[in-house]
């Protein structure tokens, strides 16, 4: 087993921490601490949900704000942990389709978006932003240097002036959170009230927060259904 110097974990701890006082409270619970034990970078990643998986049909509810605004929505998204692609469409209360959006781990292409909302400059990126973080880039991997604490296990990575953060815990050992910071970007995602939905581990709640563009994206998971079978 593998772990890092301390001094490596100690400028994404130190920043994830004051990002944390930062930012406000959440609609869920956080998962219940769970002991560790002896593992590997390479065994952690490959138990994540987003570890190639299979396909999958997601459903959820999302709240996005910025601003002082506040967009709610549904969503309908196809994910594919394979590929690492997703394709998602946002519905509005009335059902109207705001958005139509392909996202990978370096692109986003615009299928539609309501010409309402140009007036929320850079909406739709940031939209795809959040779906790329979330589901799909960055991801744990077996080159990360580890750190074992009693209830968490951390995986630390720094490429380019850039510190990436993955904290991993509970009683299936999944992803609690990630964080990012670099030149141009600085932002957390949480996830919490993990269930087993089609066999894996999913979260239910999920917490977007950057802090350079200045918004919040809110998602409650309502169900998730297999897409390959």
Not at 16 to 44: D, H, I, N, Q, W
Not at 57 to 66: C, D, G
Not at 115 to 124: I, T, V
Not at 159 to 183: A, C, I, N, W
Request: glycine share 10%; charged share 25%.
């Amino acid at each position: 087993m593998r772990r890092a110097r301390t001094g490596l974990f100690a400028a994404p701890l130190l920043a994830a921490s004051l990002f944390a006082a930062a930012c406000g409270t959440v609609p869920f619970r956080p998962t219940e601490p769970f002991a560790t034990g002896p593992t590997s970078p390479s065994a952690l990643a490959a138990g994540l949900w987003t570890s190639g998986k299979g396909t999958f049909l997601i459903r959820q509810s999302a709240l996005f704000e910025f601003e002082g605004n506040r967009i709610p929505m549904t969503g309908i998204m196809r994910l594919d942990t394979v590929e690492k692609t997703a394709r998602l469409v946002g519905l509005d209360s009335m059902g109207i389709k705001l958005f139509d959006l392909g996202v990978d781990r370096r692109s986003a292409t615009r299928y539609h978006v309501l010409p309402a909302l140009d007036r929320y400059p850079g909406f739709a990126g940031a939209v795809g932003n959040s779906v790329r973080r979330i589901f799909l880039d960055p991801e744990p991997s077996g080159d990360d240097a580890l750190r074992i604490e009693p209830d968490r296990y951390l995986l630390s990575r720094e490429r380019d002036g850039t510190s990436t953060l993955f904290v991993l815990g509970g009683k299936e050992r999944q992803l609690l959170e990630k964080y990012r910071s670099g030149p141009g970007e600085r932002w957390r995602v949480r996830y919490y009230d993990y269930t087993i939905r089609s066999d894996v581990p999913f979260p239910g709640g999920i917490v977007l927060d950057d802090e350079r563009a200045g918004y919040r994206l809110t998602l409650w998971v309502e169900s998730v259904e297999r897409a390959d079978e």
